[in-house]
């Protein structure tokens, strides 16, 4: 291919509107983690990496919907152990930093273990959501 | 450099074998997970740095004059009780009675001061998120010392060598509010619990050694102490709540101790303590914090109050554990080894814990209780016990 079909394929591309994508939290710089269904992706990254039992941190994350998903009128994180049955001594306090941009302070694990970290994102009567296990020590 | 190389050797030889080789040939080998799990048990002493919400924390000063307040009756409404009436040097800081006696008998345990400096909560029901919160609070309780922010003003005013110290600490003379001298009076007594450190133990020794990879100062914890600390980090699972190197996660729990106070009447435990800390002024919120940053009261701002909370008391420290007794929020366990029974033969319909799972009874042998006990008893210095 050479530079004039180059030009010409950027331009079809503009007439038809397409963009390029860009990937979910290009804003947070890190070691991000990707969770995702089939109506949205979430980016996030932690201020302590790997987070450890009995210490506060913060997550970071970005919502990113998919296909016609529209943006979630209400973020929540929270986080539980699943073979304990119990979740955190703490309610996290989510705000929003840029738009799609969010960030959880308030976070402790109490315990060594499966922990899952949860991202409800809400639109109208429903909500989405997504979940990643850590492993903590 | 030769200890690091031979850390690095035994952690080699760790990953590859899977479990770590044992020099004692009693004791089953530590696993991987439990070789971890150990290590996370120290290094002792673990400084926990200065506390930024008092503003005289570590300093030689306040420390001295908060052990000087800490042995004086005056700061009691009646003149006749101390902090050390209860807290006694001697017994580990504690005073060996199943529940507390100050101006009247109180409902729960008298906690030993070792280590306290660093908590995220004090109290069995972690009303104060902060040390001198603590320390206040038995000067102003009624069934304690019984005290005022009145009276104890008016005693360092009074008293020209406290009014000379007073100053001498906080760089200026006594203020006009009482509260606030209130208040600097307990933030000298923390900055002296402060320096209140067990020594290190032969668990500290055998960790340690661990960590390096001295097989030969390891050979030298008593087996049944070993095999105590396998089932400890192991299949005992007691690390869940008895983690990090003050043994200890600062969280709260049920472990199926009655809280009936009397017919009629419960101690609500956690549940009353978040109602407490949230309502009180002396909390890392308020206006007696030091530091305008807030830094020490994440904890404080997201803490959540549950239905679980009911019933559930702070895990203590297992420090000098040995010197403790009786145990258990109320004073209720008179030894060690009831104490170990209590979890092996543990009654699952007395925890109030809302579907959790997260005990179960041990089920132990006389001789795994042993062990366990054994391993207990290695937590505490052998210089420090009576």
Request: net charge neutral.
């Amino acid at each position: 291919m050479n530079w004039q079909h180059i030009m010409t394929l950027i331009g079809v591309l503009a007439a038809a509107g397409v963009e390029a994508a860009e990937p979910c939290g290009a804003a947070l710089t890190g070691d991000k983690r990707i969770l995702q269904n089939a109506r949205y992706q979430v980016a996030y990254l932690t201020d302590i990496n790997p987070v450890p039992a009995g210490r506060h941190f913060v997550v970071d994350f970005a919502v990113c919907p998919r296909g016609d998903a529209p943006p979630p009128s209400a973020v929540r994180v929270d986080a539980n152990m699943p073979e304990h049955r119990h979740g955190m001594n703490y309610r996290p306090v989510v705000t929003t930093t840029a738009p799609g941009v969010y960030r959880a302070e308030g976070l402790l694990f109490h315990m060594p273990g499966r922990w899952d970290l949860t991202f409800d994102l809400v639109t109208g009567n429903t909500t989405q959501r997504l979940a990643s296990t850590l492993r903590v020590e | 450099m030769k200890h690091a190389v031979l850390a690095a050797g035994s952690l080699l030889v760790l990953l590859l074998a899977g479990t770590v080789p044992a020099q004692d040939p009693a004791p089953e080998p530590f696993t991987v997970a439990q070789w971890r799990a150990i290590l996370a048990l120290g290094p002792w002493p673990n400084p926990t740095g200065v506390d930024p919400s008092n503003r005289v924390s570590g300093h030689p000063d306040a420390i001295a004059f908060g052990a000087t307040l800490f042995a004086d009756p005056r700061l009691s409404r009646d003149g006749t009780l101390a902090c050390a009436t209860c807290h006694q040097p001697e017994r580990a800081f504690a005073d060996g009675l199943p529940r507390g006696r100050g101006a009247t008998d109180v409902d729960r345990n008298t906690t030993s001061l070792l280590n306290v400096g660093g908590q995220r909560w004090y109290g069995w029901d972690g009303a104060a998120d902060n040390l001198w919160a603590m320390s206040l609070r038995p000067m102003l309780d009624e069934r304690e010392m019984g005290g005022n922010a009145q009276q104890l003003a008016s005693l360092v005013r009074s008293d020209p060598a406290l009014q000379a110290r007073y100053a001498a600490v906080f760089r200026q003379p006594p203020p006009a509010d009482d509260e606030r001298v209130a208040v600097d009076l307990a933030k000298a007594l923390a900055a002296y619990q402060e320096t209140l450190v067990t020594a290190r133990t032969p668990f500290d020794e055998f960790r340690d050694a661990l960590a390096r990879g001295d097989t030969v100062a390891a050979a030298r914890y008593p087996a049944a102490a070993r095999r105590g600390l396998a089932f400890f980090v192991g299949e005992g699972r007691c690390t869940m709540c008895h983690g990090g190197p003050r043994f200890s996660n600062d969280e709260f729990g049920d472990v199926g101790v009655p809280y009936f106070i009397a017919p009629g009447k419960v101690d609500a435990g956690r549940h009353g303590g978040i109602a407490q800390l949230k309502s009180s002024r002396y909390n890392l919120l308020g206006p007696f914090n030091d530091d305008a940053k807030r830094a020490t009261a994440t904890s404080t701002r997201h803490v959540a109050i549950e239905h679980r909370n009911y019933g559930e008391f702070k895990v203590p420290s297992l420090r000098d554990v040995a010197r403790t007794a009786p145990y258990m929020h109320n004073g209720s366990i008179p030894t060690l080894r009831e104490v170990v029974r209590h979890y092996s033969n543990l009654d699952e319909n007395r925890l109030h814990a809302d579907g959790e799972r997260i005990l179960k009874p041990l089920g132990l042998s006389k001789y795994d209780t042993d062990d366990l006990v054994a391993f207990l008893e290695s937590l505490t210095s052998p210089a420090s016990t009576p």
